[in-house]
């Protein structure tokens, strides 16, 4: 069975800092997606990652995708207020299947 | 491109009643999807259908929760009794094929007291 945890779960960052979002996923995963929750919203697809070395980047964020390591990161270059929100990564379990098992989430909070 | 559309955004409900919440998929997205989202237990698949045909079910929490698809534009996630620990927000989500991300629906938030 798939699990994918996430951390920190909290994390609280001042402007301009720099920060990563771990993800580590249980079993072989095929691929790997990140998503955006602002509070009482639904969900945003942020990324999708098909193979082991894929980065990929939208404006300050950065995700990239080890499947040796079974490891997922998001990075956050100079972080802003507009980028509080939790996010949440998720793994797929492969074959016919688009099933997503989700990870914890992370609640980032960006300070002035 | 409508997305997918949730109704209702809101539910109030008594324990025992019959909840029915509803969803229409992205025109042309094979692949459907209920979520549950609870502080307690983030975000857990429910059920999924490929071709309006239920895939895997594991997810649903016990008898009282049944879903159906019809057809390829609208599914149904119905709890019957309905009880305070499903108190939730359910999401619906769909997508094209195969490793497309999944477009999620505004949920629908349900309180049963």
């Known amino acids: 069975e798939l699990k994918v945890e996430q951390n920190p779960l909290f994390l609280s960052m001042q402007e301009g800092k720099n920060y990563t979002i771990y993800c580590n996923y249980s079993?072989?995963?095929?691929?790997l997606y990140w998503y955006r929750q602002d509070p009482g919203k639904s969900l945003e697809s942020l990324f999708v990652?098909?193979?082991?070395?894929a980065v990929k980047q939208e404006g300050r964020l950065m995700a990239s995708l080890d499947t040796k390591a079974r490891l997922s990161t998001l990075h956050i270059t100079a972080a802003v207020h507009d980028l509080s929100a939790t996010y949440f990564c998720?793994?797929?379990?492969?074959?016919?299947?688009?099933?997503?098992?989700f990870g914890t989430g992370t609640l980032l909070a960006v300070q002035p | 491109d409508a997305g997918v559309i949730q109704s209702p955004r809101h539910e109030v409900t008594e324990m025992g009643q019959e909840v029915t919440l509803r969803c229409k998929p992205i025109?042309?997205?094979?692949?459907l999807f209920w979520y549950r989202q609870t502080m307690m237990r983030g975000l857990e698949l429910l059920i999924y259908?490929?071709?309006?045909?239920?895939?895997?079910d594991s997810g649903m929490p016990e008898d009282r929760f049944s879903a159906k698809m019809p057809n390829a534009s609208f599914s149904t996630l119905k709890i019957q009794p309905s009880e305070p620990r499903d108190s939730a927000v359910y999401f619906c989500?769909?997508?094209?094929?195969?490793?497309?991300?999944?477009?999620f629906g505004n949920g629908t938030r349900l309180t049963v007291t």
């Open positions: 989500a769909s997508s094209l094929r195969n490793n497309s991300p999944l477009h």
């Open positions: 079993t072989t995963s095929d691929r």
């Open positions: 990652l098909l193979s082991n070395g």
């Open positions: 998720a793994g797929g379990l492969g074959g016919a299947t688009n099933k997503l098992i």
């Open positions: 025109s042309g997205h094979n692949s």
């Open positions: 259908f490929n071709n309006n045909v239920p895939i895997d």
